[in-house]
């Protein structure tokens, strides 16, 4: 399983972009890369997920240059809403390899007005 | 809309006593796990299953064990519940590929 590294917090105000980048210098070929998203008392949430290049939905953008061996992930204008936990996870798209993904501290990001 | 239920938000139990922490999701999905959170921890893994009846350990599974008889239904049980095992407990689902899981509100149990 690929080791990842995140900073541990960041802060920002209303409207900046946040990026957040991950390293995992040991990605697989198979492996893929999966932002989750965690607010206090709830459950980690899927936001999005990528293999190269960019991703973008409604929430993020996932970037992922050609050597694979980190990844930013981008969130637009933020608001004091998108103060969270984000977690990087890197795993085997078969799915049976990567039950035991690690979900690490995550970096806490915390938008002020 | 997918969803992951679990049994309590809260729940205070005593030293000693037998524990059960149920989830149950509407996905169909194959997989489903339990994690613990506590601060500065991250998510552990407990215990995974990957089929009805089916079940593999995860990285703490000491003191905890899981029951899964139907598949949309996956229990945590705390035998004989010991003060440490106070902590966030967290459900998820998840299906055959790739590695989006679907979480559950949680569950804080507190032991005394």
């Known amino acids: 399983l690929a080791k990842t590294t995140q900073p541990i917090s960041m802060d920002s105000y209303e409207g900046q972009e946040v990026n957040i980048t991950c390293s995992h210098n040991n990605i697989a070929t198979n492996d893929y890369i999966t932002w989750y998203q965690q607010f206090p008392s709830q459950g980690p949430r899927f936001i999005i997920q990528?293999?190269?290049t960019k991703v973008t939905n409604e929430v993020a953008s996932l970037f992922i240059p050609a050597d694979r061996k980190s990844s930013t992930l981008s969130l637009p204008r933020v608001s004091l809403s998108d103060t969270a936990v984000y977690y990087c996870?890197?795993?085997?798209?078969?799915?049976?390899?990567?039950?035991?993904?690690?979900f690490g501290a995550g970096t806490t990001v915390t938008v002020r007005a | 809309d997918v969803k992951v239920t679990q049994s309590s938000r809260y729940l205070v139990k005593r030293t000693g006593e037998k524990v059960f922490l149920e989830c149950v999701q509407d996905?169909?999905?194959?997989?489903m796990f339990w994690y613990r959170q506590d601060p500065g921890l991250g998510l552990r893994l407990i215990y995974f299953?990957?089929?009805?009846?089916?079940?593999e350990k995860g990285d703490i599974p000491e003191g905890y064990s899981v029951s899964r008889e139907k598949k949309e239904r996956f229990s945590l049980i705390l035998e004989s519940a010991s003060t440490n095992q106070t902590s966030m407990y967290l459900c998820?689902?998840?299906?055959?590929?790739?590695?989006?899981?679907?979480f559950g509100p949680g569950t804080r149990l507190t032991v005394l």
């Open positions: 998820a689902s998840g299906g055959r590929t790739v590695s989006r899981k679907f």
């Open positions: 299953s990957y089929d009805v009846k089916m079940k």
């Open positions: 996905m169909d999905h194959e997989n």
């Open positions: 990528g293999y190269k």
């Open positions: 996870l890197v795993g085997d798209i078969e799915f049976v390899n990567d039950y035991k993904l690690s």
